[in-house]
């Protein structure tokens, strides 16, 4: 079966630009969590949906940040006014919800490496 | 807050074994994973631990004390597929996956 795809894997764009970013998790998986990674860094979390609701946004860094996901399946992730240190790789990670108490391992795309020049 | 420290860098030989340290200070404890990460690539779940002992998988096995705040993940008869970097991650009281910096292994011929 397909794992969590995201696109563009890559995407170049100038400082003040806006841009967006695709997740598609995988089939079935109702959670679904944004995170982004510098270069020597272990992922940072920004935002956890559950369904169609944002149900954590507490780790994006700032209002230019912002995501959604209209029908609880594919998700987008938008940067209003990008920076240059908003350069980083940004990764999708879905999980499967079994609505007890178990943590279900998150499976993670192999994201989109985010550069502003 | 949440702080997970692991070492930065290890090196081992091809066929040897290596242990990669964790050590958490979190808002509670609900789990730690283990994730191997290759260079340009997603992070892949390898190992889970929520109650203390040994979880064996294969050639890798990964270790939890949760009165030291203590994990480890251990490599045997490592191969040169391995070189990769290491991720150690806690879920505290928030739920939410908080990662270390993660190891990176070298595996030598």
């Known amino acids: 079966g397909a794992g969590v795809s995201q696109t563009p894997s890559n995407k170049v764009t100038e400082k003040g630009k806006y841009v967006e970013l695709r997740c598609d998790p995988i089939?079935?998986?109702?959670?679904l969590y944004w995170y982004r990674q510098s270069l020597g860094q272990g992922p940072e979390f920004l935002i956890y949906?559950?369904?169609?609701?944002?149900?954590?946004d507490s780790g994006l860094p700032n209002d230019r940040f912002f995501a959604v996901r209209p029908e609880g399946s594919v998700s987008t992730l938008k940067i209003q006014r990008t920076e240059r240190g908003d350069s980083a790789v940004y990764l999708c990670?879905?999980?499967?919800?079994?609505?007890?108490?178990?943590?279900?391992?998150?499976?993670f795309g192999d994201g989109t490496r985010l550069s502003i020049l | 807050g949440q702080n997970i420290d692991q070492p930065t860098e290890m090196t081992a030989t091809e066929g040897a074994i290596v242990q990669i340290n964790c050590t958490y200070q979190?808002?509670?404890?609900?789990?730690l994973f283990w994730y191997q990460q290759h260079a340009g690539e997603a992070p892949t779940f390898l190992s889970y631990?929520?109650?203390?002992g040994l979880e064996e998988k294969g050639r890798f096995s990964s270790f939890l004390s949760r009165s030291k705040g203590y994990s480890y993940l251990l490599l045997k008869e490592l191969q040169m597929k391995d070189s990769a970097s290491y991720l150690c991650?806690?879920?505290?009281?928030?739920?939410?996956?908080?990662f270390g910096a993660g190891t990176t292994v070298t595996v030598r011929a």
């Open positions: 990670a879905s999980s499967y919800d079994d609505g007890g108490d178990s943590n279900q391992p998150q499976h």
């Open positions: 089939s079935g998986h109702t959670a």
């Open positions: 949906f559950q369904g169609t609701g944002a149900a954590d």
């Open positions: 979190t808002s509670g404890f609900n789990g």
């Open positions: 631990n929520v109650l203390d």
């Open positions: 991650a806690v879920i505290g009281n928030d739920y939410k996956l908080s």
